[in-house]
């Protein structure tokens, strides 16, 4: 069975008397192990085709199933708690909590997961070792670098040992040579068989992916491999 | 997520913005600390008053006191011989509920010692009536059925009384001295203590000048007390009395005075049936006499004191709703602050319950901070009011009006955090984290 599974999913928004086509009849799927980039201009559709595959969001019309739940019609609640066991987040901006250290920031998924203090902060700090933070523990975001805060959010992503890694531009605050070796982390995460859906409007990035889904009108215009 | 992360998260985000914190607790501050002041101050006010009802005799008290006969029974008004001795002994035999019956004559007289004179009131009385009127005793004895029986001239004397014959004396000295009433001699066998109200008391003892009762328009219950010259009930009869109307015996003298206790407060009403039934015979059926209990003027008291009570807590209410509403505001603002905090943590996996947790203990925390901080404010204000304005009663602090006033601060940041913790649960993830 996919881990990802869509058929004929639709998302339409509604801003003031206009009904906006967000995403229009879109079929995919995506298996365990893949490493998959969603690409196109912004407005495409393809971040409002992220929030969907990344439980933020509920389809308006179809059939979608993550990880084997059946999310056509889920409350927000239940997709909070798919979110929180079976997917990971990196976003463009990090999204860390400035007041909140290193170790901290990573635990935050296994708080609402309900794990003892103890073994939480355990477990984060494996993740922020695992990421090469493990001299950061203490630190706060706005003492560390782009490349070592959206490390902290790689790691906070690994946490809970999600079968999913959506990252959103991760490489958009970072300069060059740091935003290759964010890249290469995935690529090795993806190569220890982690699933990996990278979102970017950058074709170049998109190559490091093994399949490139483009975006366009709300429609998948095509699929390649790079 | 459970609780206590919410109060670590809660705490963190007091502690960062401490200023602004301080502000939102304040209206609790205040709300708390006058709740715990006027309830310290009513607590005051009613210990006061319970202790003045049980030194002028209580519940217990019951006078017998003449009345006007009603028009249906006005033609027989000369059948009954009025309040007399035999009222006593038929309440004794008859009325086992009342523990003592007091009995008294009373007579103006001029009192003599050493050099100085005054005309006063002399009570002629049993020994039951050191009961009924509470008297306690300072030096010496109170007067026996001894006394009585053999009418020895033995005297106990008030307070005002020993200030007035023997200034600067002392109690124990004063015992067994002469007095003379209307030129008869007596025996002083009995001192009684200096009666007085709390607020007096502490006056007297941090060395305030007290207030002199006379000159006070306050009407002072303990006055007649402090001017006590209490003599035996048969010598007051054949020294002072008998002369005036020399076909009455000490049976039949009308009396001055007839006042009983009632020896289980749980039985009142068939106890004042039992004096009713048993003076009615006395009386031949003549209605003249009346029960007069301290019932309603008690009751008014009470009144008086829920009124005080009330009042007190609705204002403390009040202002504990209005520090509530500093609390919303304040917690408002600081989810507005943090919508994408809220973003990014739906997006971990929070659920709405786990953020609505969040801001409800993080307003639960700041009201109990501030409820604390009332009762440290609240300690302060009452030494201030007893410094400012010593009233009649001291302020009394209750762990009850305390625990009830956190209490109410703790419900009032309860309900004060529900429409913010509302509105962030609320909170749409995609919306939030977008958010700048």
Not at chain 2, 61 to 85: C, H, M, Q
Not at chain 2, 362 to 388: Q, W, Y
Request: contains cysteine; hydrophobic residues 45%.
């Amino acid at each position: 069975m996919s881990l990802i599974h869509l058929e004929v999913v639709s998302k339409f928004y509604r801003v003031g008397d206009q009904e906006i086509r967000a995403l229009d009849s879109v079929d995919l799927r995506i298996e365990e192990g893949e490493f998959v980039a969603i690409i196109g201009p912004s407005g495409s559709g393809k971040s409002t085709l992220m929030h969907l595959l990344g439980c933020l969001d509920a389809p308006t019309s179809g059939r979608m199933e993550i990880c084997g739940n059946d999310l056509s019609q889920a409350s927000q609640n239940r997709l909070a708690g798919v979110r929180n066991r079976e997917i990971g987040f990196v976003f463009q901006a990090f999204n860390l909590l400035p007041k909140l250290d290193v170790v901290h920031n990573v635990e935050l998924p296994l708080v609402y997961s309900g794990l003892p203090a103890s073994e939480r902060r355990a477990r984060a700090e494996k993740a922020a070792r695992d990421v090469g933070l493990g001299d950061r523990l203490a630190n706060r975001p706005v003492q560390l670098s782009g490349g070592q805060c959206q490390r902290v959010a790689i790691a906070r992503a690994l946490v809970n040992n999600p079968r999913i890694v959506f990252a959103d531009e991760p490489t958009g605050n970072l300069d060059s040579a740091t935003g290759e070796m964010i890249l290469q982390m995935f690529k090795d995460l993806n190569a220890g068989g982690k699933t990996i859906v990278l979102v970017t409007h950058d074709p170049d990035i998109a190559r490091i992916s093994r399949r490139v889904i483009e975006i366009r009108d709300g429609k998948i215009r095509r699929e390649y491999a790079p | 997520m459970n609780i206590l992360v919410a109060l670590q998260i809660g705490l963190r985000e007091i502690a960062a913005h401490k200023f602004r914190s301080f502000l939102s607790m304040l209206g609790i501050v205040l709300g708390v600390s006058s709740l715990i002041s006027t309830l310290a101050l009513t607590t005051g006010i009613e210990r006061g008053t319970r202790a003045f009802m049980q030194q002028v005799g209580g519940l217990e008290y019951v006078g017998v006191v003449s009345k006007e006969i009603s028009n249906a029974k006005f033609d027989f008004w000369n059948l009954s011989p009025g309040r007399t001795l035999r009222d006593a002994m038929a309440i004794r035999g008859s009325a086992p509920l009342v523990s003592h019956v007091s009995p008294e004559l009373a007579f103006g007289a001029v009192v003599s010692a050493q050099a100085h004179s005054d005309r006063k009131q002399i009570r002629g009385v049993f020994p039951d009536h050191f009961v009924v009127a509470r008297h306690e005793l300072k030096a010496g004895r109170f007067l026996t059925d001894l006394d009585v029986d053999r009418a020895l001239h033995s005297v106990v004397v008030g307070d005002e009384i020993v200030t007035l014959l023997w200034p600067g004396m002392n109690a124990d000295d004063i015992v067994g001295r002469q007095l003379r009433i209307n030129d008869r001699p007596f025996e002083v066998v009995g001192v009684l203590p200096k009666y007085e109200r709390d607020e007096d008391r502490r006056r007297r003892e941090s060395g305030k000048p007290v207030s002199n009762s006379r000159m006070s328009r306050r009407w002072d219950a303990f006055r007649q007390k402090n001017e006590s010259i209490l003599i035996p009930f048969s010598t007051m009869f054949y020294e002072f009395r008998a002369g005036a109307f020399p076909l009455d015996s000490m049976e039949s003298v009308r009396l001055d005075g007839l006042t009983v206790r009632i020896g289980d407060l749980d039985k009142f009403r068939p106890a004042l049936e039992q004096v009713r039934s048993a003076l009615e015979i006395t009386h031949r059926g003549v209605d003249d006499f009346d029960l007069d209990t301290r019932e309603e003027w008690f009751d008014r008291m009470e009144s008086s004191i829920r009124a005080t009570k009330l009042s007190g807590g609705l204002i403390a209410t009040i202002s504990l709703v209005v520090g509530g509403i500093g609390i919303m505001n304040i917690m408002l603002a600081s989810i507005s602050e943090r919508v994408r905090e809220i973003g990014i943590r739906l997006a971990v996996g929070a659920k709405g319950r786990d953020i609505f947790v969040q801001i409800i203990v993080e307003s639960v925390t700041i009201a109990f901070i501030g409820g604390l901080l009332g009762v440290i404010a609240a300690i302060g204000l009452i030494e201030i009011l007893k410094l400012l304005a010593p009233t009649e009663n001291i302020p009394i602090m209750t762990v009850g009006g305390i625990v009830f006033s956190v209490g109410f601060a703790i419900l009032a940041g309860f309900f004060s955090g529900i429409y913010p913790a509302l509105r962030a649960s609320r909170l749409n993830p995609i919306s939030a984290l977008r958010y700048e």
